[in-house]
């Protein structure tokens, strides 16, 4: 039941901050009744405007507000509010009770049970090896080069309620583990798609969802977009264990964990830089950190933060006080090195002054110890919130150029045997780092223009032969605290995918993006969506819709399947002998 175990999550919160000065700022109780005339009243109550006034608000039950206010319609008002507020205005306005669960036809057949085809294709987690380079031989995916031109769309699920979907699935002996903006974390079987159960997380989950073996089933270890961690059981659903890994009000887990032996790794970024849109807010205080958890009952290992903790060191114009150092995030998950005792990640920027060597980095952690061994550096003095795209008070300095690293390193041989970690950036830039140097960078490649939101995003693959980077670079405008609905996106701007050559950086080939056609409000080219990789094909979906696939020999041309009703086209590259040799087909544009 969300609300109850909410409220669980508000007890601890506030036990939470009273031994946390940093957060002293968050100790004033809300109502959800100030909250709605703080920051919903302007427009709910105005007659005759677009919004539904707050009679029509009343007749929703708490839960779809409070989804709308995480990943809805409303996200960017939402964007300053704590998670107290959030949970409180959508009590005080909706009605009690669960959400509607799957339909009962939605369920597979009884005695059809989870888990139950031990040799069919798997991915697990983020990436199926710990080395982060998404990559599966045909056997293991299942599917070979020949095969692609002929993917069309078997089933397709609706997540209830949810106006997007984001998580990266987990497919295992059968079945898929996928979470949901809702909240809901689902267990499918892969062929028909029927449910096998249900579980409702406090918070959104968006991080693929690792599978480790327990006994005769696996426990599945995930995190959620306000900062729990759970651990399942493969078979039934239930919950084997819960708990927060930061004290922090706007902890958030991107990244999914890994794991080694019976020791999980869970990386942890926030929300603070969206906070930070309220001149009020006390800027900034949240450490990116890694935890390391026993599976078995997710008691402490070690946690690692990734800044000193913050200090105060003034007050913003609007009265606020300023702390430093902040930020540091870790977006993605974390790459395994066992040979090396090293576990690598990958951080983001720095929230308020003073900047650290830490973000923007590339940091080596003992795996036994979480003890920094090395950071390498790319971005130096990149603190940055949100604020700063609208002018507020509490944008740093620096103002930015926020340049995280949003994807995990990939640790890789390269052809002439060497092992290199590649990193691709939001700036734009790919990098190659020597693990046996202390990260020292042995090249770096621009593959796009780069920006707050260009640049390689969620994640690269490789082959051991070459690196494929697909680039975002979105244009268009951002909607930073309103007024309501999605971005505005370039129909044109954006996209591309680069190979890189592993041992010096030299570009391969290069496959341009494809402008949205038509180009309806809300597309763009951007290929943000992290890679994956069997031998002949690389695929890369994007924010038009489309899913593409490939050939990793030379990229450039790529043919699609006739439009499905969905919408969905899978797409394959021509650019291959083979491939020429086929019957007719459309091209994608
Ligand atoms: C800047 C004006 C504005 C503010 C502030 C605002 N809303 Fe809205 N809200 C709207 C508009 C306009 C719509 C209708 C959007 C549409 O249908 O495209 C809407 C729709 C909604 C919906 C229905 C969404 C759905 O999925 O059907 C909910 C729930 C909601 N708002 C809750 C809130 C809450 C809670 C707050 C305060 C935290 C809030 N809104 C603040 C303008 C606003």
Redesign the pocket.
């Known amino acids: 039941m969300r609300f109850a175990r909410t409220s669980v999550n508000k007890l601890m919160i506030a036990a939470i901050f009273a031994t946390s000065s940093a957060s002293a700022q968050n100790t004033t109780p809300v109502t959800g009744a100030d909250?709605?005339q703080n920051?919903?009243a302007?427009?709910?109550d105005q007659a005759g405007?677009?919004?539904?006034a707050k009679d029509v608000?009343q007749k929703?039950s708490a839960a779809?507000?409070l989804?709308?206010?995480d990943f809805?319609?409303?996200m960017a008002?939402?964007y300053p509010?704590k998670r107290d507020?959030?949970v409180a205005?959508?009590n005080f306005?909706g009605t009690q009770g669960e959400d509607t669960p799957p339909p009962a036809n939605a369920f597979c057949p009884a005695g059809m049970q989870p888990l139950s085809a031990a040799s069919a294709p798997s991915w697990t987690g983020w990436s199926p090896s710990l080395s982060n380079a998404r990559y599966q031989s045909a056997e293991q995916a299942g599917l070979s080069m020949a095969q692609v031109r002929h993917l069309k769309l078997k089933w397709a699920y609706g997540f209830a309620g949810d106006?997007t979907s984001f998580a990266a699935p987990t497919v295992l002996d059968g079945t898929l583990f996928v979470g949901s903006a809702g909240g809901v974390v689902q267990a499918l079987d892969a062929k028909t798609g029927c449910v096998h159960w249900v579980f409702q997380a406090n918070g959104p989950v968006r991080a693929a969802i690792l599978p480790v073996r327990n006994g005769s089933s696996y426990s599945l270890v995930f995190g959620d977009l306000i900062g729990w961690v759970y651990a399942l059981d493969a078979k039934s659903g239930k919950m084997l264990w819960k708990k927060r890994v930061d004290d922090h009000e706007a902890s958030r887990l991107t990244g999914s964990p890994v794991a080694l032996n019976d020791v999980v790794f869970i990386p942890e970024a926030s929300w603070e830089e969206n906070r930070s849109l309220d001149p009020q807010y006390q800027c900034c205080t949240f450490r990116g950190s890694v935890t390391a958890l026993r599976v078995r009952d997710g008691s402490l290992v070690w946690k690692s933060y990734m800044v000193d903790a913050p200090q105060k060191t003034g007050v913003n114009s609007a009265g606020a006080a300023q702390w430093g150092p902040s930020g540091a995030p870790i977006w993605s998950s974390p790459t395994v090195d066992a040979k090396r005792g090293l576990l690598y990640i990958t951080t983001g920027d720095n929230y308020s002054v003073p900047a650290t060597s830490t973000s923007d980095a590339v940091i080596a952690l003992g795996l036994k110890t979480g003890r920094i061994v090395w950071t390498q550096q790319v971005t130096a003095n990149d603190a940055y919130t949100s604020a700063c795209r609208t002018k507020g008070v509490n944008c740093p300095s620096t103002n930015g150029p926020d340049y995280d690293f949003g994807s995990s390193a990939l640790l890789v041989h390269a052809p002439n045997g060497k092992e290199i970690l590649v990193a691709g950036q939001k700036s734009g830039v790919v990098h190659a780092f020597d693990p046996d140097a202390k990260g020292k960078i042995l090249w770096e490649t621009r593959v796009g223009k780069g920006g707050i939101n260009g640049g390689v995003q969620w994640g690269m693959a490789s082959d051991d032969q070459k690196v494929y980077a697909a680039v975002s670079d979105v244009s268009g405008v951002m909607n930073m605290g309103?007024?309501?609905?999605g971005a505005t996106f370039d129909p044109v701007q954006g996209g591309g995918l680069t190979a890189l050559h592993l041992e010096d950086g030299a570009k391969a080939w290069f496959a341009p993006s494809h402008p949205c056609d038509p180009p309806k409000p809300g597309c763009s080219p951007g290929q943000s969506a992290a890679l994956a990789l069997i031998p002949g094909v690389v695929f890369s979906a994007s924010l038009d819709g489309h899913i593409r696939a490939f050939s990793t020999e030379d990229g450039p041309t790529v043919y699609c399947s006739p439009s499905t009703r969905g919408g969905l086209q899978f797409c394959w590259s021509a650019g291959t002998k083979r491939a020429r040799a086929g019957g007719t087909r459309s091209l994608c544009q």
């Open positions: 909250v709605y920051r919903c302007k427009c709910h405007s677009r919004a539904p608000l929703m779809r507000i989804r709308t206010l809805g319609l409303m008002v939402a509010m507020e959030r205005v959508a306005l106006v309103g007024p309501v609905g």
